[in-house]
């Protein structure tokens, strides 16, 4: 299920309500949509961004004026899409997945949104891929959507890379609402957000799952 329907039930939201505000705010065209629906529909998981999330990804872009943008963790390219428009002309996503198929399916969605020249899809794992992409930075945003347990070097990543002013994005840094527990993926994560507030002038926006957001000092 997509992080925002994961709150549906919960206290002051319900399904009904989430339907109505992205109808009204988050509409999707055809190929956003299909990005979207990728995931449930071809057996994997579906763990995409909700809709008011890739809007807000998209939002954040545009008011910092983003140019080259990282993303880690590409799943279907539902949040790749958005990211990608958010940019002029000229700018550039690099997006990071280490299973063969959510590339795949990735590389489809993302040409059918018309953005193949606009993105690169990287098949590897992340702490892999991200030296070979140092030569194009620095970046104006990084944004964190993989695994958990890695926060921690992805945002020690991110703040050598991003350029002053440049945004830290990082989803479900609630971590599914265990944060304050003791495995070494909380630790990590927990790492990520003290890391992060060192470096970056930051905030964890209350989305479902928590969206870190972090401007280079
Ligand atoms: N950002 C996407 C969702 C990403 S889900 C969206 O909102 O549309 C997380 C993805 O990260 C999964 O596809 C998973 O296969 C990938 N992933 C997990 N660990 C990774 C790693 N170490 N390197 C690269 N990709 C990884
Ligand atoms: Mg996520």
Same mark, same amino acid.
């Given at each position: 299920m997509a992080d925002n329907l994961s709150r549906?039930?919960?206290?002051?939201v319900d399904a009904d309500l989430l339907a109505y505000v992205e109808r009204v705010h988050a509409s999707q065209d055809t190929a956003l949509q299909a990005a979207f629906d990728a995931p449930g529909l071809r057996d994997m998981p579906a763990i995409q961004v909700g809709k008011s999330e890739g809007k807000l990804l998209g939002m954040l872009l545009r008011l910092a004026g983003a140019r080259k943008v990282v993303e880690i963790g590409t799943l279907a390219g539902y949040s790749?899409?958005?990211?990608?428009?958010?940019?002029?002309?000229?700018?550039?996503?690099?997006?990071?997945?280490?299973d063969p198929k959510h590339h795949a399916i990735a590389k489809?969605?993302?040409? %059918?949104? #018309?953005?193949?020249?606009?993105?690169t899809c990287l098949l590897g794992s992340a702490l892999?891929?991200?030296?070979?992409?140092?030569?194009s930075g620095p970046f104006d945003a990084v944004f964190i959507d993989a695994d958990k347990g890695n926060y921690d070097r992805y945002g020690e990543w991110s703040a050598a890379h991003l350029r002053t002013g440049g945004l830290l994005l990082g989803d479900n840094a609630h971590f599914f609402g265990r944060l304050m527990e003791d495995s070494e993926d909380a630790q990590a994560m927990r790492r990520f957000h003290e890391?992060?507030?060192?470096?970056?002038?930051?905030?964890?926006?209350?989305?479902?799952?928590?969206? %870190?957001? #972090?401007?280079?000092r």
């Open positions: 549906a039930g919960q206290r002051y790749a899409i958005h990211l990608a428009r958010a940019l002029p002309a000229e700018g550039h996503v690099w997006t990071i997945e280490y489809e969605n993302i040409d %059918l949104a #018309g953005l193949t020249t606009r993105v892999d891929v991200l030296p070979t992409l140092v030569s890391n992060a507030a060192r470096a970056f002038d930051t905030v964890c926006i209350p989305t479902p799952d928590g969206l %870190l957001l #972090g401007i280079k």
